[in-house]
């Protein structure tokens, strides 16, 4: 089964700061995805790649930007967070085998104060 | 109206009980349909994939009527360790390879001793 790693699993950053979110995964994947999940709006997509250099905004992207260098690694940038920005974030991949779901890593809670 | 729409619950029931989910979603061309479960504080997790026969895997039968874009998850005999929050969630296609899912807001399920 595909690994996700995402490097932190709780940030707390000050308002204004650039913030680096990083996500690997290790099966050679195309598809990424970043997410982030808030009480009562469930899981909402902020981006995603499907190849490096490649990336698509998904449906709340203001405020963020995405880096694709290499296939195994996707970074959500936080340009200069502010307080609503402050969640839980979530990468993922499509997984293997039949079912072919997504795979989570398991998630930065990020506060931003 | 939501793509993906969920009862939220809460769902409190007795252990050893039968507890259905129900999810309707909006877009009719969506693909491929999902179970997830997500425990408190932690990512979320490929419970099954949903089949318009039907399927089942053990205690948990997922249900997929196309024609009334309805998805349901039925679980029976419930243990405690069957205490989460449940996803349904759906694949559009999106953007080149790239598969989007859309997830419901969940239904939190709480079994009691």
Redesign the interface.
């Known amino acids: 089964d595909v690994k996700v790693t995402q490097s932190s699993r709780y940030l707390v950053k000050r308002t204004g700061e650039k913030v680096f979110l990083e996500c690997v995964q290790d099966m050679d994947h195309e598809n990424m995805f970043w997410y982030r999940q808030d009480p009562g709006l469930g899981l909402r997509l902020i981006y995603f790649s499907y190849d490096v250099k490649m990336k698509e905004k998904g449906d709340i992207p203001e405020g963020y930007s995405v880096s694709r260098e290499k296939k195994e690694r996707f970074s959500l940038i936080l340009e200069s967070a502010s307080t609503n920005q402050t969640s839980m974030y979530l990468c993922a991949t499509p997984g293997t085998g039949r079912n072919y779901g997504y795979t989570f890593g398991s998630g930065t809670r990020l506060t931003v104060v | 109206r939501k793509e993906v729409e969920q009862d939220p619950g809460p769902f409190n029931v007795p252990e050893g009980a039968t507890v259905a989910f129900n999810c309707t979603y909006s877009n009719s061309a969506s693909q ?1 349909f ?1 179970w ?1 479960r997500q425990d408190c ?6 419970l ?2 949903v089949y318009s026969s039907g399927n089942e895997d053990g205690r948990f039968t997922a249900q997929l009527n196309r024609a009334s874009q309805y998805i349901s998850l039925l679980i029976r005999d419930s243990k405690l360790s069957d205490s989460a929050t449940y ?1 349904c ?1 759906v694949t559009s296609p ?8 859309t ?4 239904t939190q399920l709480t079994v009691l001793p």
């Open positions: 491929s999902f997830y504080r932690k990512e979320p997790k490929l099954m994939s996803l969630v999106y953007s080149g390879s790239a598969r989007q899912l997830f419901g807001s969940g």
